[in-house]
Nanobody, 124 residues
Framework: QVQLVESGGGLVQPGGSLRLSCAASGRTFSNYAMGWFRQAPGKERELVAAITSSGGRTYYADSVKGRFTISRDNAKNTVYLQMKMNSLQPEDTAVYYC???????????????WGQGTQVTVSS
């Protein structure tokens, strides 16, 4: 089992920035690829960004490319999603989830372990 706990969400004005964190426990974190997903009310869950276990490869959805950055610190068992300054827009409002999987493609919905989510609200 892998336990994932997200933090860092909140209310931010358009153009603001946030950094989401996802702390993992229970297994060897460095064995797991990690993904950040989001789901807005009435919309399907979307894979926002993903990173391989080593951090050597990343993926970004077109909707966030150039605005968000995924990174990981295997020594701290944590994956991050940096939402850059001047990048957040109301359409980024959603519950953001981190997820973990071993092996296979990182661009997939087939992640094994999921966190409980953290709310990000972009509004003036």
């Amino acid at each position: 089992q892998v336990q994932l706990v997200e933090s860092g969400g909140g209310l931010v004005q358009p153009g603001g920035s946030l950094r989401l964190s996802c702390a993992a426990s229970g297994r060897t974190f460095s064995n797991y690829a990690m993904g950040w997903f989001r789901q807005a009310p009435g919309k399907e869950r979307e894979l926002v960004a993903a990173i391989t276990s080593s951090g050597g490869r990343t993926y970004y959805a077109d909707s966030v490319k150039g605005r968000f950055t995924i990174s990981r610190d295997n020594a701290k068992n944590t994956v991050y999603l940096q939402m850059k300054m001047n990048s957040l827009q109301p359409e980024d409002t959603a519950v953001y989830y981190c997820a973990a999987k071993i092996g296979g493609d990182i661009v997939t919905f087939q992640y094994t372990y999921w966190g409980q989510g953290t709310q990000v609200t972009v509004s003036s």
